[in-house]
Nanobody, 123 residues
Framework: QVQLVESGGGLVQAGGSLRLSCAGS????????MGWFRQAPGKDREFVAA????????YYGDSVKGRFTISRVNAKNTVYLQMNSLKPEDTAVYYC????????????????WGQGTQVTVSS
């Protein structure tokens, strides 16, 4: 069974940091672009960050540039999202996703999705 499983979410105060992990299983994702998206209640799914399969290229949504960093370790079939200087507006369920095509900010390009992990930032 092919799975992506996120972990590392939780409750943090504004200004704090969290590191999300997304572990793949059932197949290797080392040749896939990987992305992080988030969705807050009542809002559309929002692109957060993406990384090429080599890890050499990264791409961020405007709202997280300079605060979040995406990275990957292909040997571990895992992608990470380091989130610093968190704000209450970062509160959402965070999803990782895999795309066999080039990395993209469009969620429609991603074929595999995790179940999500909740991030709550208190003011």
């Amino acid at each position: 069974q092919v799975q992506l499983v996120e972990s590392g979410g939780g409750l943090v105060q504004a200004g704090g940091s969290l590191r999300l992990s997304c572990a793949g299983s059932g197949r290797t994702f080392s040749r896939d672009a990987m992305g992080w998206f988030r969705q807050a209640p009542g809002k559309d799914r929002e692109f957060v960050a993406a990384i090429s399969w080599t890890g050499g290229s990264t791409y961020y949504g405007d709202s997280v540039k300079g605060r979040f960093t995406i990275s990957r370790v292909n040997a571990k079939n895992t992608v990470y999202l380091q989130m610093n200087s968190l704000k209450p507006e970062d509160t959402a369920v965070y999803y990782c996703a895999a795309a066999s095509s080039r990395y993209s900010s469009s969620w429609q390009q991603y074929e595999y999705w995790g179940q999500g992990t909740q991030v709550t930032v208190s003011s």
